[in-house]
């Protein structure tokens, strides 16, 4: 039995500028322009996996996998073998936008779409496209690869989300065969599946399905695939049995268990190790059934992962995997910034990770990189435009190198239509359709205000909070909050990391002096209405990386508020890696609304170097002389919208 807050968060409606307009973005842009691609309407150029190991793809072909696979079509699957989750994601983001912008056409076609699903969804509730049409005798047989947990699971959270906002049963339904079908095959029992997928991802939809519809046998199958991971050589049997060479996605076979992070039982694993969305997804799995079942050890497991992530394998805007070579975490410390990875995708499941964390330990640094994330990790994979977008996130990049060194080649400087392995997109539409879920976190009855986005929000006791703000160009941040019911209530605020050494308080005008425990202030609120007025520290800082990070040595990244920013060629008058900024250098900050459709541009003082250089490769060296410039910074997230250029996170200091 689920214990639900009598506080947990009824209503919300965002009202924030800068988050409307991307979600308008998603309604106007986004969902359309994916719906034609994986229709394959577009007239669209797809690009290769930055990784470089797939096949070139010339269409996404996901719904008419669907259609083959309903006995709509015939033909044969295209793509990889979890291409069906790029619909999932695409619905799961369809179905957020459905509730702040309700659209009769677009529900048209989702409930279509649920239709198509439903007829290509098997008597026993199987649903993984790529088995149905090519390999119905492999079904099952080789879940290192076979991603077909994964493809099940994103159906489910899409289903979740989908019947929440259009009460659409068949949706449901749908979801919860699929769950029987796999409470049937998997387990300990005679004639069942000892064993678990190689990507994680269906322990946290479960978990979402379990709370949706309370049915026990769904947690326990999410804990059972969490506690089995890493018991066994499970996926080397499966392989003997299904046949050595029978990869199904080239390249993985040589990956060491790790990378699957089944080289140890969960609980036993010291750091985060291998693939980095596979990492994070997992995390988020985990501290979903710690909260819901009260499990210390697997608490314990999410917070050693988090430390391991966030205090030594986390780039500054967010990103992790810092290569390429299985889209992976390296070693501690190990962040390059122009050969990583840092995946959108991965950073979205680090945002699932932060909320995760959140619901069972009010701690603000889980806060903290939520805003990271949704301010820069994530929102820099999508472009401005809604139709291009990243895949890998780099902190410096140059079209040049890239263009001729092989183990820069995914580092584009451009963001692409598409890719034949498409899971970024759509996983940027839904996290961004589904902001209004971040915002707050209830817990054990204590409203938790932690993002700063201006909304309107309803709670089930009556509480209502109204929040406003310019964020993240403007620090200062206004509640107004109604409380209707007889007692007073516990709300606490974050007061981010970045502005813990000043940050002021004001209650009904009156200035409160703030004892923040674990990155919160906490508030009683009487019945009847208060305001609060917060204002955040927005001056433009510095930042160094720990010293044992060689890449950065001598060199400070640039951060206001929670956005952080980079030098981008197209701005300054020589390349990007020759500035330094000086000393006591000053910063000014301007918020030029015709730049990148409104964006706060930081100016900073600066030296260039003047000493002529000569075509020699090598030459003696001489003390250069310095000229005092300026460099113009713009957000992260923004980065290549203009031309394609050349752009850089970290500058060199004095
Ligand atoms: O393997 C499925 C998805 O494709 C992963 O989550 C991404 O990292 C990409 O490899
Ligand atoms: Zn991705």
Redesign the pocket.
Known sequence: MITREKNRLKKIEITSPFWKQYRELIVDEVLPYQWEVMNDSADINITHEPGGNDEHQEHSHAIQNLEIAAGLKKGTHNGYT?QDTDVYKWLEAAAYSLRYQPNEELQTITDRLIDLIEEAQEEDGYLVTFFQIEAPERKFARLKQS?EL?TMGHYMEAAVAYYDVTQNQKALSIAIKMADCLVEHFGHGADQIPGYDG?PEIELALARLYEATEKQAYLTLAEFFINERGQDDFFDRQIQKDGFERDLIDGMRNFPLSYYQAAEPVREQATAEG?A?RVVYLCTGMAQVARLTGDKSLLATCQRFWNNIVKQKMYITGGIGSTNIG?AFTGNYDLPNDTMYG?T?ASVGMAFFAQEMLKLETKGEYGDVLEKELFNGIISGISLDGTHFFYVNPLQADQEISSHNPSREHVLNKRAEWFG?A?CPSNVARLIASVDRYIYTVKDETILSHQFISNMATFENGITIQQTSNYPWEGMVSYTIENNSAEAQQIGIRIPEWSQKKAQLLIDGVEKRLQVIDGFVYLEIPTGTTTLQLTLDMSVKKYQANEKVVYNFGKVAIQRGPLVYCVEETDQTTDVWKYTLTKEGQFRYAFEADLLGGVGAIYADAQLPETAHTDALYQEYRTPQFKETQVKLIPYYAWANRTSENMEVWINQQ
Do not use: G, M, T
Request: proline share 0%; charged share 20%.
């Open positions: 979890f991603h994964y990507h693939h969305v889209e995946e995708c392995c899971c």
